[in-house]
């Protein structure tokens, strides 16, 4: 007897990791929710518009998909949505504890305020931007209305296929002459987004309670991440592009906000790359 399917609901699925998560989930019976009216398709996928802050649509959309695990990726991108991510959270991890679905919700590594990494999980969390703010008092509320659930914090998303937002406003850059700059004393673990996307639905097959910390293995700034992108995408560094740093912006950044994953490389199976091991495993594909 053929063994059933796991049924996933990924909110947030027409964003930039959520369109990721649900093209790889191939061994789900995957959904996928939208705020708005369907502009998505993806083969083997149904989409649901849903107000995540409205609990009688959460508990219509759960009815109707009945899912065993659900990864929480809307209210993910920072500047976007920020009052949205607290109601959100709480309603989905109640709803998810009544129903006993496994919850997975994604956070962000601008918990902390950037002045004592390498962060562990068990590192206290000191937010000092509203997206940070945000995020910790969701991660403070999902732990006490589901403490079964998993949070997911991960550091910035680049793309090796499709240039992502911030790498196509710096192409473009070199493009139009632009002033543009990038930090050097801001440390980050970016990861590549389809490398996240698959960890997580590794992650969705166990049950995992707490927080787990998925970045890259390498800490890089913003200038040498945005060099090697150029690089990958053959496009060359032009005199506009230049280093800068978080004090002469006059902006309120973290300004080291290495994580330490390696709970979660123990714990699963698939590799966590870093930038060189990306772009390599892009190459040998189109190969």
């Known amino acids: 007897m053929r063994a059933m399917k796991t049924r996933l609901l990924v909110t947030g699925g027409a964003g930039y ?14 959904a996928g929710t939208l705020h708005a009216t369907p502009s998505t398709s993806l083969p083997g996928v149904t989409f649901h518009v849903c107000n995540l802050q409205n609990h009688e649509a959460i508990r219509i959309l759960l009815d109707r998909v009945q899912p065993d695990v659900i990864i929480h990726a809307a209210c993910s991108e920072q500047g976007k949505g920020i009052e949205a991510i607290l109601p959100a959270a709480g309603l989905l991890a ?20 950037g002045t004592s990494a390498p962060y562990t999980e068990e590192s206290p969390t000191n937010p000092i931007n509203p997206y940070g ?14 403490p079964k ?9 680049y793309d090796l296929r499709t240039p992502d937002r911030q790498t196509t406003r710096l192409i473009e850059a070199t493009q139009t002459g632009a002033p543009y700059r990038l930090f050097i004393d801001e440390l980050r673990c970016p990861i590549w987004v389809e490398n996240l996307a698959e960890v997580l639905l590794e ?21 040498d991440l945005g060099m090697g992108l150029l690089q990958h995408f053959l496009i060359a560094q032009t005199s506009n592009i230049q280093q800068g740093t978080i004090e002469e912006s006059g902006l309120v950044r ?17 590799p966590i790359l870093s930038l060189s091991e990306a772009r390599e495993k892009v190459h040998n594909l189109k190969i």
Do not use: C, Y
């Open 94 to 113: 109640m709803q998810s504890t009544e129903r006993n679905i496994r919850f997975i919700h994604l956070s962000t590594d601008q918990v902390f305020d």
């Open 17 to 30: 990791l959520g369109n990721h998560l649900l093209r790889r989930a191939n061994q789900f019976v995957a």
């Open 254 to 270: 973290p300004k080291n906000l290495t994580m330490n994953s390696s709970r979660t490389k123990h714990l699963f199976h698939t």
């Open 133 to 146: 703010k945000a995020k910790a008092q969701a991660e403070a509320l999902i732990r006490t209305l589901n």
């Open 203 to 223: 992650i969705s097959t166990k049950d995992v309670p707490g927080i787990l910390h998925l970045g890259g293995p390498e800490s890089l700034n913003r200038w």
């Open 149 to 157: 659930a998993t949070i997911v914090r991960t550091s910035l998303l």
